[in-house]
């Protein structure tokens, strides 16, 4: 007989955990670099537009599929279309969960160890240019690197192991309002800096001149992974919510959650970056190199620094845990495993395949040799030079997400039939039973969605760049 399906204790666990999955790395690392990279204002609006255009309607179908159907993302797949191929849009997920974990760990891991350096007062104080050279010391040194990546898989081994109500919804309720609370404290800390007002003006100053094709598809790319969208994980978590919860209303609110955490990222780290007179346009070293050398020189450095990265590293913690419990779910639903038998199999696996990345920095094997042997192969599209880690990133990011997005998006939009996608909307919400919002929502679905997916994918892919285009 099967077990009685786990459930979401309340409303709110659900939508903390959630949104805990949302918010991650892509908030508080990826957001405030590529705004810089792509000028500010510009790009934060095409960004909220892309979240409520695509994103928001995408989240609400990954969650009906979920919901609707009561199981995890293969089995959801055939259960709603049996003897198709739809459960390969499911698997495409499962391997996009377990190829982002082993990476994402690494980075995380990284953000653990800035705690510690935080704490051993080797950053406030500091010399400035020497703590900018902290991260390379790091990203080369093998050991450390492999050590933190598995400190921070035991953790999320360790939740996901507690299950739906005591490990994934107990830590999300607490780990998102610390967050929070430790952004709003640091928002109110960059307020009162001299380059606040030039940081607002970055962000929200749009200026017309600074659009181009690939702003527009940088930040609907970014929609995408910021949202978790496209591997299963907003499914999964739909799967544990009851049939009176409102769907759409919680879609809402893990959006407008999602973007707040980035935007107040943006306000922390820009007005920091404008005072200290450092190049916003800096890129991926801006929270682990830019920040840490700002914090150096600041009043209170040690401790705001150490409040930053336990910050980040509760925001990677609830997203990690997603990415496991989408890839447990599978085997505990499909191939009846027990939730620990699952979680330390799957755990150590993926850890394993997150060695390379940890030793990207630090071996030849890894980094410059890969680079190498890759190149020809994605040189073709203008991205030679890639170690594992950035091939894995790159793989994941552009080519697994956008298209298990895209399978979801024709899955709901096009293949559940009419009453029960309605019905499934309207259950327990008062905004999903308007019409025009439920249609507005179909259409968006069924045509921009995936025109903008497959426009990105081909951007990702560099085919615009081979064409002459961009
Ligand atoms: N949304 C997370 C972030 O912004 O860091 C990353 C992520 C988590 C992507 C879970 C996909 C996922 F399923």
Do not use: C
Not at 90 to 102: D, E, F
Not at 190 to 203: H, K, N, Q, V
Not at 366 to 376: C, H, I, K, N, Q
Not at 391 to 415: E, Q
Request: hydrophobic share 55%.
């Amino acid at each position: 007989m099967a077990a009685k399906r786990a459930q979401w204790g309340s409303k709110i666990g659900f939508i903390l955990a959630a949104a805990g999955s949302a918010v991650g790395l892509g908030n508080i690392w990826k957001f405030p670099y590529v705004t810089g990279q792509n000028g500010g204002g510009a790009f934060v609006l095409l960004y909220l537009l892309a979240i409520a255009l695509v994103g928001l309607p995408i989240m609400m179908g990954e969650i009906l599929i979920g919901r609707m159907a009561q199981t995890s993302t293969v089995t959801a797949f055939r259960t709603l279309a049996p003897r198709s191929g739809w459960p390969l849009v499911g698997w495409l997920g499962v391997i996009a969960g377990m190829i982002i974990l082993s990476y994402y760990s690494v980075v995380a891991g990284w953000s653990l160890h800035y705690i510690y350096l935080s704490l051993t007062g080797a950053i406030g104080g500091a010399d400035p240019e020497a703590v900018k050279g902290l991260f390379g010391s790091m990203y080369g040194d093998v050991t450390l690197n492999v050590f933190w990546h598995a400190m921070f898989m035991i953790a999320t081994a360790v939740i996901v192991i507690g299950g739906v109500q005591q490990g994934v919804e107990r830590a999300a309720t607490i780990l998102m309002p610390a967050l929070f609370l430790m952004m709003t404290g640091m928002l109110i800390y960059a307020m009162t800096l001299p380059g606040f007002g030039e940081a607002l003006d970055f962000i929200f100053g749009f200026r017309l001149d600074q659009v181009t094709g690939a702003t527009v598809l940088e930040a609907l790319g970014q929609s995408f992974f910021t949202l978790s969208l496209g591997m299963g994980a907003m499914l999964t978590y739909g799967s544990y919510l009851s049939k009176q919860d409102d769907l759409v209303g919680s879609a809402i609110s893990i959006s407008v959650l999602d973007t707040s955490v980035a935007l107040m990222a943006s306000l922390v780290l820009f007005p920091i970056t404008f005072t200290l007179g450092i190049d916003p346009a800096g890129g991926p070293g801006l929270v682990f190199q830019n920040m840490p050398a700002a914090f150096a020189q600041l009043p209170g450095g040690a401790a705001l620094s150490t409040v930053f990265f336990v910050l980040l590293s509760f925001a990677a913690l609830t997203s990690s845990i997603s990415l496991l419990e989408v890839v447990a779910a599978y085997f505990i639903d499909e191939r009846g495993w027990t939730r620990r038998q699952a979680v330390v199999v799957l755990g150590t696996l993926i850890f394993a395949l997150g060695v390379p990345s940890a030793l990207s920095g630090g071996t030849a094997l890894f980094g410059a040799r890969f680079s190498e042997l890759t190149t020809p192969l994605f040189g073709l599209v203008g991205k030679g030079g890639m170690n594992w880690f950035d091939t894995f990133d790159y793989v994941a990011s552009n080519l697994l997400l956008p298209l298990g997005g895209l399978g979801i998006a024709l899955f709901s939009a096009w293949r559940i039939g009419e009453q029960a996608r309605r019905a499934e909307i309207a259950a327990g919400s008062t905004l999903g039973a308007l019409e025009g919002l439920y249609l507005t929502w179909l259409q968006l679905l069924r045509y921009l969605v995936p025109l903008a997916i497959i426009t990105v994918m081909l951007y990702a892919l560099g085919i615009f760049e081979l064409l002459g285009l961009i």
